[in-house]
Structure formats: C-alpha cells, structure tokens
C-alpha cells in the first residue's frame, strides 16, 4: 500500500471533495472518494486512481473513466452502505469466443485482457455476485487461475424440455449454462472456452448480471459487444499514514452498538495483505463516510407521504410522525322558550 513520502502527510479530506481541483464525474460517472481524479490528493492511494480518457467515435469525443492500476474502464462505482460487507466497482469484463468471426483458427479470442486484481495493497476483489457463463451450442467454459480449483459449466443446443420449461428457465444448460465463482474472494480468474461438439460460434464471460434464456439469443451478441459487466469488491485501506484514525466513526468490531447520534459506522478486517475500515453512514444519514462530516442528516420528511396523514417532524437520524391536529369546531348557540342554551355541536376533524 502506497503511503505519503513526506515527513509531514497532508491532512485527511474535508467536506464534499477532497480537494477543489478534484474533478469528481467522469462521462456521467460519479467518482466519490477515496477514488479520484487529478492530483495524490484527490484519491487514496494508486489502487484508486482514476484516469478521465477521451475515446472517439465517429466525429465526436465521449469521456470515459479507468481505473489505472488494473486498466479497466468503470461503469459504477458505490460506497459500502450497510448492507453488504464492502463496497462495489462496476468494470468493463472481457469476453472470451470461439468460431465468431471469418478467422477459421480454433484458438479462444479474448476482447479484453482476464480479469487480475492482484498486487500488494490491492484492496479489489471478484464477488461471488458474478457467475461463469456460457452461450452457445456445444460449448464448455472453464475457469483458470482459481488455486486448486477447476470450475466450469457445459451448454447444448439438445432440446429435452417444454416450450415453457425453455422460456422461463435460467441458463442452466440448454443454449447457455452458469456456474457460481468460488466465495473466497479470489483476485484473478481467467475464462477459458472450448468446443464440445458441433460448430457454430460460442462465447464465455464472468458477469454480474444474470441471464436467462429470455435475454441470451445468440452468442454472437457478446461477441460483438466486446465486454460484459464484472462486480469488484473493494476495501478502504486504512495503512496510509493520512488516514489511520476514524472520521469520528463509531468502531463496530469492539462495540457492537450505536445510538442514534452517531452518523458514521465502521467494520475492521484484514485482507490482501492490507489493514482495512469498511464504514457507511448510520440509518437516517446519507454522504460519504470516508470524508471528514460527510454523513449528513437525511431529511426523511422530504419523502411524500412518508406519514400518511400524520405531519412528518426531521429529527437527528430519522423522523417521527406526529398525529393530525385535532380541530373542534365552535359549539352553536340556540334560543329556547327565552332561554339562552347551548348545543353541543362539537366535533373532531
């Protein structure tokens, strides 16, 4: 893990930037810290530099967003939020074919180099959110790379099942077949592709999305299309000298518990050789944990009709609903036989 050479580090990030030269979008992206955009002090460390690229296409020029250490373009990126143990990375994933295309060679084409994330510090690694795949007739994906493991699935084009059954089912041999990744959070696989019978194109990725036989049609579609889309999980190392103590977050690890003022959580772990806090703002908060008062209160009231027919009061970290006000209408008078009497008409809104 990369930290600061400097005898005395800059200070920790404060507010909605890291700094006001840092660029935090990139072709509609959001890039929120620790990753960045520009100078060291817009991001981390390396592991969470982003490079902004100019692509070209046709006659105009489109803004992209890389990753620079493992050279992958994002296609999201989201903080830890509670309710998942890391934070995500959407990348660009390459896609892996045989017989696609008028080169005759049975020699597996990759559109992208396999995904690897190793290095030291590095804090990514593949979830088990993404799944092997394989699309076409007669085609076998294994996965390499993973330690002491081989994993793989097999399709075929032989039809045993009903219209319906085929419709409806996942890709689970018949045209496509899946298959899950290890759980051990590994940081390096590669997809291999082969021909088990027949000819035609076939194709093989490791994708986040899920595919059934409703959305795979042909496996020329992936071919063509060049990538898929891969989860990464990531960590916040916590080795950078800027960076050790928390932002005023409580520690779960030892406490286990928090109150309704504090804004901010954080998980310890170790990982890849690194020392990580995985923080997220508390229930009725929202910002960035990683950013010194990042975690503001979530005016829940803002909300429509988040208390029916109640009135909605903002408090710190959530919101109570107070009852509709009670209004009581004036009683009538009546005049009876010269007498001055009232009528109790009196009711409740």
Same mark, same amino acid.
């Given at each position: 893990?990369?930290g600061?050479s400097?005898?005395?580090? #800059?200070p920790p #990030?404060?507010?909605?930037?890291? =700094?006001t030269s840092?660029n935090?979008?990139?072709? %509609?992206? =959001?890039?929120?810290f620790p990753?960045g955009i520009?100078?060291k002090?817009c !991001? ?11 692509t070209?296409s046709?006659s105009s ?8 250490r493992?050279?992958?373009?994002v296609?999201?990126?989201?903080l830890?939020?509670?309710? %998942?143990p890391y %934070?995500?990375v959407?990348i ?5 074919s045989l017989? @696609?295309s008028s080169?005759? $060679?049975?020699?597996p084409q ?5 995904l &690897?994330?190793t ?7 593949i979830?088990?959110?993404n799944?092997?795949?394989a699309?076409? @007739?007669?085609?076998k ?5 993973i330690?002491s493991?081989?994993?793989g699935?097999? *399709?075929?084009?032989e039809?045993s099942?009903?219209s ?11 045209k496509?077949c899946q298959a899950r990744?290890p759980v051990?959070?590994p ?5 291999n592709?082969? $021909? ?5 194109c076939k194709?093989?990725?490791l994708? *986040?999305?899920?595919? *059934?036989? *409703?959305?795979?049609?042909v496996p020329?579609?992936f071919?063509?299309?060049g990538?898929v889309?891969?989860?990464?999980g990531w960590?916040?190392?916590t ?9 005023g ?7 286990g518990? !928090? ?10 772990? !170790?990982? $890849?050789?690194?020392?990580?806090r995985?923080?997220?703002?508390s229930?009725?908060f929202?910002g960035n ?5 990042? @975690?503001?209160?979530?005016?829940? @009231?803002?909300?429509? &009709?988040?208390?029916?027919e109640?009135t909605?009061?903002?408090v ?10 009670k209004?009581?209408?004036p ?8 007498e001055f009497?009232?009528?109790?008409? $009196?009711?409740?809104l």
């Amino acid at each position: 893990m990369n930290g600061s050479s400097a005898a005395t580090p #800059p200070p920790p #990030p404060n507010g909605k930037n890291s =700094s006001t030269s840092c660029n935090r979008t990139c072709g %509609g992206i =959001s890039i929120p810290f620790p990753f960045g955009i520009g100078g060291k002090d817009c !991001y981390l460390n390396s592991w969470y530099e982003v490079v902004c690229n100019t692509t070209t296409s046709g006659s105009s020029g489109t803004t992209v967003p890389f990753l620079s250490r493992i050279n992958r373009e994002v296609v999201n990126i989201s903080l830890p939020d509670g309710y %998942g143990p890391y %934070g995500v990375v959407l990348i660009k994933g390459p896609v892996t074919s045989l017989g @696609c295309s008028s080169n005759t $060679s049975q020699v597996p084409q990759k559109s992208l180099p396999d995904l &690897n994330v190793t290095g030291k510090g590095s804090p990514y690694f593949i979830t088990d959110e993404n799944r092997l795949v394989a699309v076409g @007739c007669g085609t076998k994906a294994l996965m390499t790379d993973i330690e002491s493991e081989i994993l793989g699935c097999e *399709s075929s084009c032989e039809d045993s099942k009903s219209s319906q059954e085929v419709t409806n089912s996942l890709c689970d041999g018949y045209k496509c077949c899946q298959a899950r990744i290890p759980v051990e959070r590994p940081q390096a696989v590669g997809v291999n592709v082969e $021909s088990s019978g027949g000819e035609g194109c076939k194709v093989a990725f490791l994708s *986040s999305k899920r595919y *059934s036989l *409703s959305n795979v049609t042909v496996p020329e579609q992936f071919h063509a299309g060049g990538y898929v889309v891969v989860e990464l999980g990531w960590y916040f190392a916590t080795s950078d000298s800027r960076f050790r103590n928390p932002f005023g977050c409580i520690n779960m690890t030892y406490s286990g518990s !928090y109150s309704s003022d504090d804004n901010c959580l954080c998980d310890y772990g !170790y990982f $890849s050789e690194i020392s990580y806090r995985n923080c997220y703002c508390s229930l009725g908060f929202t910002g960035n944990p990683y950013l010194r008062g990042g @975690c503001i209160d979530d005016d829940d @009231c803002k909300r429509p &009709n988040i208390c029916g027919e109640g009135t909605c009061v903002n408090v710190r970290g959530g919101y109570r609903c107070d009852p509709k006000p009670k209004i009581i209408k004036p009683a009538k008078s009546l005049v009876l036989q010269g007498e001055f009497q009232w009528h109790l008409a $009196s009711t409740i809104l």
